[in-house]
């Protein structure tokens, strides 16, 4: 986990253990959440419905980190199973699909046709890329996704070599992957990112796990 060649807060590298577990194939989209705000009557994000992001296969975007810790918990009632956010290991494991190293989720480079270089007035729809080694799409593209740690830049100096979980508090949530309104819209398996938990952003979405 981490790297040598990013940001001062991926470094050190580091080995971590984890136990077996399973991870949305995809970014929650607007079709699956749409499920969750009719049960629950949560209000919708800002985004909702507004030309651009209403697709029903685009990633769910504009929702806190507690409205997305939210909807795990209630498909932990509806779906069974453990299901929450996956924490910042977890979703590195998941983005590197088997590989030790690599530039991306793919390996040294990102598949030809992964990521729309035109001018994007919201996010593209998820799925339609290559899968990664362990058959996940959009690794590192199309939205920032939620995880459940707090964030601290310098937490891999002491972070413990079996299922980290983060610091025990903090003022900004850990966040990873790419974003469709960045001039470059992927990021490495191991770049990381933050944002206070109830900041809502337009290319801020998430991927739920469930315990294996």
């Known amino acids: 986990m981490g790297s040598e060649a990013g940001r001062p807060d991926e470094a050190p590298p580091h080995r971590v253990s984890l136990p077996a577990f399973e991870i949305g194939r995809t970014p929650v989209t607007n079709r699956e959440y749409r499920v969750f705000l009719d049960a ?6 800002p985004w909702w419905g507004r030309a651009g992001f209403d697709a029903p296969e685009q990633p769910v975007v504009g929702v806190t980190w507690e409205e997305a810790a939210a909807f795990a918990q209630w498909l932990s009632g509806a779906a069974g199973g453990n299901w929450r956010l996956p924490t910042e290991a977890e979703w590195e494991r998941a983005a590197r699909g088997g590989l030790a190293r690599g530039r991306c989720a793919w390996g040294e480079r990102v598949p030809d046709g992964e990521i ?11 799925g339609r890329g290559t899968p990664n080694g362990y058959g996940l799409c959009d690794m590192g593209t199309i939205v920032h996704e939620w995880c459940a740690d707090w964030y601290r830049a310098d937490y891999y100096a002491e972070s413990p070599g079996e299922s980290p979980r983060g610091p025990d508090e903090g003022e900004r949530r850990a966040s990873r992957g790419g974003s469709w309104r960045h001039h470059v819209r992927w990021s490495s398996p191991a770049a990381r990112s933050s944002l206070p938990p109830t900041f809502r952003y337009a290319d801020y979405g998430f991927r739920v796990l469930r315990d294996a």
């Open 40 to 45: 629950t009557g949560t209000p919708p994000p």
């Open 116 to 126: 729309p270089t035109a001018e994007l007035q919201g996010p593209w729809p998820v």
